[in-house]
């Protein structure tokens, strides 16, 4: 099971950081990844982060300004968001994805590599 937490309300140019906790597994053979869904529009990636730290991956839309990272020992990943923009307001929700034998694979930013979904956590940046 998934848990993002870590949303609420900021001003444009603040920051927040969003945490994945994972329960019932061992989080340090999955990729993750974080998605967002704005009112009216599509689920879309954000970030997603490998079992190997070194492999990431971003939108271009968050590049230089969010920054995911992965604690196994506390079965979380985080997404550090800075400078965050009103266009950034949305649910964000994270997922898993079994990268057992994968360590060094670069992790899927699309939502079909993904099968484990936690609920979402609202962001809403205002201007």
């Known amino acids: 099971q998934l848990q993002a937490f870590g949303g609420g309300l900021v001003q444009a140019g603040g920051s927040l950081r969003l945490s994945c906790a994972a329960s019932g597994r061992t989080f340090s053979s999955y990729a993750v990844g974080w998605f967002r869904q704005a009112p009216g529009k599509e689920r879309e990636f954000v970030a997603a982060?490998?079992?190997?730290?070194?492999?990431?991956n971003y939108a271009d839309a968050v590049k230089g300004r969010f920054t995911i990272s992965r604690d196994d020992a506390k079965n979380t990943v985080y997404l550090q968001m800075n400078s965050l923009k009103p266009e950034d307001t949305a649910v964000y929700y994270c997922?898993?994805?079994?990268?057992?034998?994968?360590?060094?694979?670069?992790?899927?930013?699309?939502?079909?590599?993904?099968?484990?979904w936690g609920q979402g956590t609202q962001v809403t940046v205002s201007s």
């Open positions: 982060i490998g079992r190997s730290a070194i492999r990431t």
């Open positions: 997922a898993a994805a079994d990268y057992s034998g994968r360590y060094y694979y670069t992790p899927p930013a699309n939502l079909n590599g993904y099968a484990d």
